[in-house]
């Protein structure tokens, strides 16, 4: 079976550093995709992990852990515009590329 | 680039029609087209994954004769909600991926309301 869990809300500063965790139990794991939605529209793409490790991308950074089933999305500098859902989906392999979503956790960046 | 589109991005309608939504990729050929449904505060659920000239491929749960999906093209595939309730009135997103990469490319979504 397939199961996303990731905190339902979290609360940051203006300014801070948030992780939003998320931990996964998918058959035929083959990748970590990390989605920004505003509410009302269709999630962005934030970030992809294949590997074990941390990946940069600006203010953004995802970390894998696949013996663990684990990852997290680092926000830095949060802007006031970060306020939204963040979602972990867990790609399954062997050539269908379906993504499983979490549930998404949903960010509040308050002055 | 990689844009993909849906139309309509909204539409109401009454109980018992039928209600078609196009997913179009803009600048790039789609292998493969999934469909997802979101009700407010969850998540995105997959509802079926559609691959140019083949049938879909339908989650536990989903009737395929209700919500019909045709991938005509590299470019396009339409979900058709039959004979909708207010039950079905939810937000419905399509995404598509390239023939090499990993990545879906999310449409801005279609919300379905069904009085």
Not at chain 1, 27 to 53: I, K
Not at chain 2, 66 to 87: C, D, G, R
Request: net charge neutral.
């Amino acid at each position: 079976g397939q199961n996303i869990d990731q905190p339902t809300e979290m609360t940051a500063t203006e300014g801070a550093i948030v992780q939003i965790n998320c931990t996964y139990q998918t058959s035929g794991f083959n990748g970590l995709f990390w989605y920004q939605q505003h509410a009302g529209e269709a999630p962005t793409f934030l970030s992809y992990n294949v590997l074990d490790g941390l990946e940069e991308k600006g203010r953004f950074s995802s970390f894998l852990s696949r013996s663990k089933g684990y990852s997290y999305l680092l926000l830095k500098e949060l802007q006031m515009k970060d306020s939204a859902s963040y979602l972990c989906a867990a790609q399954s392999g062997a050539g269908s590329y379906q993504l499983t979503f979490g549930k998404g956790t949903k960010l509040s960046v308050i002055p | 680039g990689a844009v993909v589109s849906q139309h309509p991005s909204w539409v109401i309608c009454k109980s018992g029609t039928s209600v078609k939504i196009e997913c179009r990729s803009l600048d790039f050929q789609a292998t493969t087209m999934f469909w997802y449904r979101q009700f407010p505060k969850q998540s995105l659920m997959l509802m079926a994954t559609s691959n140019e000239g083949s049938k879909a491929t339908y989650e536990q749960g989903v009737e395929k004769d209700k919500f019909l999906i045709n991938h005509a093209s590299l470019t396009l595939s339409t979900l058709t909600v039959t004979s909708a309730h207010p039950e079905d009135s939810s937000f419905y997103i399509c995404s598509a991926r390239k023939p090499q990469g990993d990545e879906q490319f999310f449409g801005p979504g279609t919300r379905l309301t069904v009085l």
